[in-house]
């Protein structure tokens, strides 16, 4: 099968990645599914490097089962069928399977307060209930992106760690059930309300209640990141120079740490697919997405994604964990599942599953007119220069994912990274970009200024007009400092380097910011994605939060 690049507009961002894919010439060369399934993971079908690990469930049945790769680079020892992959969050659906066991049993509700079993949690004022964490839905705090922030993310991080993080929170970020936002905080607290309630650890238990009766000999939860696991498919991040070793410190369990091989999680497949042929009540809840207080669904179920798109449910569960990743789609109705393990960070374990589906569910898997390849097709029109010239600007998708609209001649062109890639006119405000199959419609308001753009390429994006500074040395001067959190007992220092901003925090490398809009700037650590400065009524300038969800409200005043 060809090698071609894919140019990705996911996860927002344009991202060169070498990989296979499917072109509709293939999938019409009369192959079975399961040659369709080889010739996408062609690429990867080599002992020089690691790989994936994969399994289709169709009808209750495996229909293909395959590994890819090296379980140790080092060794060069290949991945096999019973090699035992870090699943990073496919842990959260286990939990959320305890969850339901434990509460058609009795022995817990989802009206509980969490503090009856862990009364340790701070009382926020307002109750915060088992569904609450069930559904993701609880306000707390997510540890992850503080330990990031701290620089302690390469440090042992246990339930206590996680609890200190919880108890130094102040306020929720929002009321319990008012809204859905992800936090593994939630899962790992319903592990240890788990191993509250049944006196036993939540390692002990899911073996004796899941694994064990599943034969799911090769599945464990590692409560110790120390522990050396039999048949390992160590996991590697990979740099343009060498392949280094994923650095797992977690010694906790609940939101990660759910150790597996392929052939296991086939068993586990298997047995949801029986129980939701066999319409069984625990699963059937497992699948329904939470309500939130506005009567809205919450997007999230017992460790599951829920996804009743394009007219057929699916739940899922996607992770990435120190080199290692994993996807898990299940669609109820079709009995179709599949999961896909991969031992390192070049390409995401849920890049194939549109490709999947479409090889063993073409007919059910129509794929939309989102102004791609459909679009191409039409005539392209000429819309004048002064037309176009309303246009060109610059536009955020996300933080430091801002690509801009330029004119050349009678056509526009998106530039982003350094590269230019040319838009064909549908209409005068629809535009096609080949390159992501995309379609890009300009929006005015009621003045006919030019406010947004919709991109539409597999997903719908609003991507605003943003327009970026360039402030001059003595304008960032007055950004430098040292900057406090009380709560989070951080100081983060700003100083100004040559021409540009530097960040200095405890366990963390320089980090250079770059300028984005008045008092914005962006920056290539995960912890910081987004600054953004705060003045007073004079215009000094007096702190800074950063632009992300879950530290959205901490607040770093200037000393």
Request: net charge negative; charged share 25%; glycine share 8%.
């Amino acid at each position: 099968m060809r090698k071609v690049i894919c140019w990705i507009v996911t996860g927002l961002i344009v991202l060169p990645i070498f990989f296979g894919s499917l072109d509709a010439q293939e999938l019409q060369a009369g192959l079975s599914p399961s040659e369709e399934m080889d010739k996408l993971f062609d690429f990867w079908n080599r002992l020089d490097q690691p790989g994936f690990a994969v399994v289709v469930l169709n009808g209750g049945q495996v229909v293909y089962q395959k590994v890819f790769g090296l379980a140790c680079q080092e060794h060069g020892v290949p991945i096999a069928p019973d090699s035992v992959f870090n699943t990073s969050t496919l842990a959260q659906p286990i939990v959320g399977q305890a969850v339901a066991m434990l509460e058609k049993e009795g022995k817990l509700s989802l009206d509980d307060d969490v503090r009856k079993t862990i009364p340790e949690i701070p009382d926020f004022g307002t109750p915060i209930k088992l569904r609450h964490l069930v559904y993701q839905t609880s306000g707390l705090r997510d540890w992850l992106p503080v330990q990031q922030l701290t620089g302690r993310e390469m440090e042992e991080l246990t339930f206590e760690r996680m609890l200190k993080i919880i108890q130094e929170q102040k306020k929720l970020l929002f009321s319990p059930g008012d809204r859905f936002q992800y936090s593994n905080s939630n899962y790992d607290l319903l592990a240890e309300a788990i191993k509250r309630t049944t006196g036993r650890t939540f390692s002990e238990w899911a073996w004796e209640s899941i694994f064990k009766p599943l034969k799911m000999t090769r599945t464990l939860f590692r409560d110790n990141f120390r522990s050396m696991i039999e048949n390992e498919a160590f996991s590697y991040d990979y740099t343009r120079s060498e392949y280094q070793r994923g650095i797992d410190t977690l010694s906790m369990i609940g939101s990660h740490s759910l150790h597996t091989s392929i052939t296991d999680l086939a068993k586990w497949l298997q047995y949801i697919d029986a129980g939701a042929a066999g319409g069984s009540e625990l699963l059937a809840k497992m699948f329904a997405a939470g309500v939130l207080n506005n009567g809205q669904r919450s997007a999230y179920c017992y460790g599951f994604n829920v996804d009743d798109g394009a007219g057929r449910r699916q739940v899922s569960q996607t992770g990435t964990w120190a080199g290692s990743g994993a996807n898990l789609v299940y669609l109820p109705d079709q009995r179709f599942g599949f999961a896909v393990l991969s031992n390192w960070d070049y390409v995401p374990a849920d890049a194939f599953a549109t490709d999947i589906i479409g090889i063993y569910l073409p007919a059910e898997a129509p794929v939309p007119d989102t102004g791609g390849t459909a679009a191409a097709d039409k005539k392209s029109v000429k819309v004048n220069r002064e037309k176009l010239d309303q246009y060109v600007g610059d536009y955020r998708l996300r933080p430091r994912q801002v690509f801009t609209i330029s004119r050349s001649g009678d056509q526009l062109t998106l530039d982003f990274s350094g590269q230019k890639f040319p838009l064909t006119a549908l209409s005068e405000t629809d535009f096609f970009l080949d390159v992501a199959d995309a379609r890009i419609t300009f929006q005015k308001n009621s003045d006919g200024k030019v406010l947004q753009c919709l991109w539409k390429g597999g997903s719908e994006i609003i991507a605003p007009r943003v327009v970026l500074v360039k402030p001059t040395p003595e304008e960032l001067n007055e950004f430098a400092g040292t900057y406090f959190n009380e709560e989070l007992d951080l100081r983060i220092r700003l100083l100004l380097r040559g021409d540009a901003l530097v960040v200095q925090s405890p366990g963390q490398g320089d980090v250079r910011l770059a300028p984005d809009e008045q008092d914005r700037f962006s920056s290539t650590s995960i912890a910081m994605p987004m600054i953004i400065f705060q003045r007073d009524a004079g215009k000094l300038v007096t702190g800074f939060t950063i632009d992300t969800d879950a530290v959205r409200d901490l607040v770093f005043r200037k000393e």
